[in-house]
């Protein structure tokens, strides 16, 4: 299978003062066109840190990252940006709604800056679709957290992004919510053939993706296919 995502060597230092803290050391693996996968590990052993360079967000010490067939590195962060609003989709665990537009403009409004013509249409059915039908019009306060992600979802997949990430999107919910909100984002997914890359602590939630990347202390444990097809 063609990859989407490959990463070769990373490695990602902080530093403050004089102190340097090198947080993801030899990291390699690809990701698959159309797969779901997990990145588990506790918490600081890198994951957001991982996710943010996968994306473009953030840059290595050293290590390349190509994503979506282009080598980050060639790329200035105005393309990056580019690179991002055409492909890639995020959740994250707070939601990150913009507080003062509604369910609604939190998904039209990116399509509309993005030209897209049909975007208040578009930005209805996927709202209709994760079951926010009669909210569109509630601004994110008025909402319960299942429901704010709801939103996200639909956001996230507005633009049909080749590739979607997922940081700890149940992290913030209750159990049968947060559900709720992964069986959403597997039809979605499955819909609209979209990569998705999760971040979870969830071992349940990792173990129905179809790979899974462990991470401890920065550094790959294990990558393994599970029996999920
Ligand atoms: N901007 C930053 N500056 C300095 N250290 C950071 C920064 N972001 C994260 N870290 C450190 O990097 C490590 C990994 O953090 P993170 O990637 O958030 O882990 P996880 O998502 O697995 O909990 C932690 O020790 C964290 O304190
Ligand atoms: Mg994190």
Redo the contacts with the bound molecule.
Sequence with gaps: MPKILNITGLEKT?S?GNKQ?T?LQNISFDVEKGQTFSIV??????????LGLCAGLDQPNSGSIELCGEDLKNLNEDERAQLRNKNVGFIFQNFQLLPTLTALENVSVPLELQGNKDAVKKSLDLLEKVGLGDRVHHYPSQLSGGEQQRVALARAFANAPSILFA?EPTGNLDEETGEKVIQLLFELNKEAGTTLVI?THDLDLANRTQQILR?KG?RILTNERTAVL
């Design positions: 902080y403050s803290l947080v590990g506790p918490s600081g052993s890198g994951k957001t840190t991982l940081d971040i991470l920065g």
